[in-house]
């Protein structure tokens, strides 16, 4: 008779099946709004030409060949291959996170999967255009914010949540308490 490994067991919480990759719908989202914002920005926008929304707020394109806040911009070009696969690397990395989270760890798979389709996002520009598509821009008082996307808020607002989740932890059921 084969003996159950408790790691894997229903009871355990554990998610031996991988359903915590149903969050990928979420990545794939985060892909697809942020590849269709891009190309509508491309479409309609003049590069370095802001388009005021609000006062704090303005469509604005531009094309970063570096990383976050253009880090790296005027590297050379081999920051492109070098930034597509620490990418890869790091959505590899989370897929198989994912895979092995236990079922009441929802906030984490929520900021797995909006990061990991933040860096695909980003990823698919590199690979085919060479650099990444901005357009929105946020003003801090006279300062502006570094031009960023769709993909560029999923990975920020997934790092905070990532974050959140590590100090929230996971709280025992009352089943589980008594």
């Keep these: 008779m084969a003996t159950e490994n408790p790691a894997t067991s229903p009871e355990s919480g554990v998610n ?24 509508t920005a ?31 911009a005027d590297a050379g070009g ?17 897929v ?5 989270l236990a079922r009441d760890e929802w906030l984490t798979a929520l900021s797995l999967s909006l990061i990991l389709g933040g860096a695909i996002g980003n990823v698919i520009d590199r690979i085919y255009l060479g650099y990444v598509i901005d357009y929105i821009q946020v003003w801090l008082g006279s300062y502006p914010f570094p031009a960023f996307n ?7 607002v997934g790092a905070v949540l990532l974050i959140l989740s590590s100090f929230v932890g996971n709280k025992p059921s009352s089943d589980e308490a008594a």
């Design 150 to 156: 769709i993909a560029d808020s999923a990975i920020s």
């Design 78 to 94: 081999w920051q492109r291959w070098f930034f597509t696969a620490i990418a890869v690397v790091v959505s590899v990395v989370i």
């Design 96 to 100: 198989q996170w994912l895979r092995k």
């Design 42 to 72: 491309e479409a309609l926008l003049t590069p370095h030409q802001p388009v005021a929304v609000l006062p704090f707020f303005d469509w604005y394109l531009t094309y970063n060949t570096g990383a976050a806040f253009s880090l790296l």
């Design 16 to 39: 031996p099946t991988g359903a915590r990759l149903k969050w990928l719908w979420l990545s794939l989202l985060v892909i697809v709004l942020d590849q269709a914002a891009k190309q």
